[in-house]
C-alpha cells in the first residue's frame, strides 16, 4: 500500500442536466476551476453509455477491458476520485451501481454515461498531495504515483 495525505479544500456542488456526459462534464468542469484532485460522489439518473465491467482475462497483461453498453434509464449511486493525468489534465476515475427494475450494473463509467434529467455530483477538493496518475506499462492503465 502506498499513501499520501491532503486537507479539504473547497466543495462544489454540481447539478448535472439531461445529456450532460459522464466523464467529460466533471472533467471540464474541473479545468474551469482549476481543480486537480477531488473526491467525487454522485446521484441521478443516466441513459445511455458505456461501463467498463472487468478485465477480459484477470491474468492477461496488459489489462484489456470488458465493457458493457447501457440500455434504457438506470438509477446511479457513484464515487470517484479526480487526479491529473501526466499532461496535467484532471481525470476523472469513478466507479458506480446502476440499477434498472431488478437488476443492478457495476462498472466504471470512464467510456462515458449520459446523465438522464438530472444528476447531483457533490465533489469535494483535496489540497496539499502531489500525486498524478501514470501509465503503468504492465497494466495499460494508469494509477494513482508520485510525480
Not at 489489462?63 to 438509477?75: A, F, N, R, S, Y
Amino acid at each position: 500500500m502506498r499513501t499520501a495525505e491532503g486537507t479539504v479544500g473547497r466543495v462544489f456542488v454540481l447539478r448535472l442536466e439531461d445529456g450532460d456526459r459522464i466523464p467529460e462534464c466533471i472533467e471540464r468542469f474541473a479545468a474551469e476551476k482549476g481543480l486537480l484532485r477531488a473526491f467525487c460522489t454522485l446521484l441521478g439518473g443516466i441513459g445511455e453509455g458505456r461501463l467498463v465491467v472487468g478485465p477480459e482475462d484477470a491474468t492477461g497483461r496488459p489489462v484489456v477491458p470488458m465493457t458493457l453498453g447501457l440500455v434504457g434509464v438506470h438509477e446511479i449511486a457513484a464515487v470517484g476520485t479526480l487526479f491529473p493525468a501526466e499532461d496535467g489534465t484532471a481525470r476523472l476515475h469513478m466507479h458506480g451501481a446502476l440499477g434498472r427494475e431488478d437488476e443492478t450494473r457495476t462498472g466504471c463509467v470512464r467510456q462515458g454515461v449520459d446523465v438522464w434529467q438530472v444528476a447531483e455530483a457533490v465533489v469535494v477538493e483535496i489540497v496539499g498531495t502531489n500525486l498524478v496518475r501514470k501509465l503503468d506499462p504492465v497494466l495499460g492503465f494508469q494509477v494513482l504515483s508520485e510525480p
